[in-house]
């Protein structure tokens, strides 16, 4: 199976009541998600998050820490995905959709409702915890032959 990794954030609103949901275009379905993605190769993780929701939502972001991360494997695509999930703030840009052949949909959604989408815990109310870990960029070593 082929390792991909993907990138979230995890976004409120001032008031801290609503999450920041993408509304993404599937094969046979439309389905919510955190603004997120793949990560590029020679890319780190913090890089691709702060990307994808450049993308997706026209937002800068900055990065806040690991909210959370977990796996799934997806064997019809032959996937193994570890979703690295941060918490951001919001830093500037505007709202937009910049890719509407991928994303049909940007809202403000209520947190309670967003849990339903987000994969990350049998347990209601984490989503609104303000635990996360630091996430560190230890330095790039390139070894020369």
């Keep these: 199976m082929k390792r991909v990794d993907v990138t979230?954030?995890?976004?409120?609103?001032?008031?801290?009541?609503?999450?920041?949901?993408?509304?993404?275009?599937?094969?046979?379905?439309?389905?919510?998600?955190?603004?997120?993605?793949?990560v590029e190769p020679e890319e780190t993780l913090a890089e691709a998050a702060i990307?994808?929701?450049?993308?997706?939502?026209?937002?800068?972001?900055?990065?806040?820490?690991?909210?959370?991360?977990?796996?799934a494997f997806f064997e019809e695509r032959?996937?193994?995905?570890?979703?690295?999930?941060?918490r951001g703030k919001i830093i500037g840009g505007d709202i937009?959709?910049?890719m509407p052949d991928e994303i049909e949909e940007i809202t403000w959604m209520d947190s309670q409702e967003a849990e339903e989408y987000i994969h990350i815990t049998n347990s209601k109310g984490l989503i609104k915890s303000k635990s996360s870990v630091?996430?560190?960029l230890r330095e790039r070593v390139i070894r020369k032959s």
């Design 8 to 38: 979230y954030v995890l976004l409120f609103d001032e008031q801290e009541k609503n999450v920041l949901m993408v509304k993404n275009k599937g094969d046979h379905f439309s389905y919510y998600t955190l603004p997120g993605g793949a």
């Design 96 to 98: 937009n959709i910049s």
């Design 134 to 136: 630091p996430y560190l």
């Design 51 to 71: 990307r994808e929701v450049k993308e997706e939502t026209g937002l800068d972001v900055e990065i806040d820490g690991v909210f959370s991360v977990s796996e």
């Design 78 to 86: 032959g996937h193994h995905a570890v979703f690295f999930t941060f």
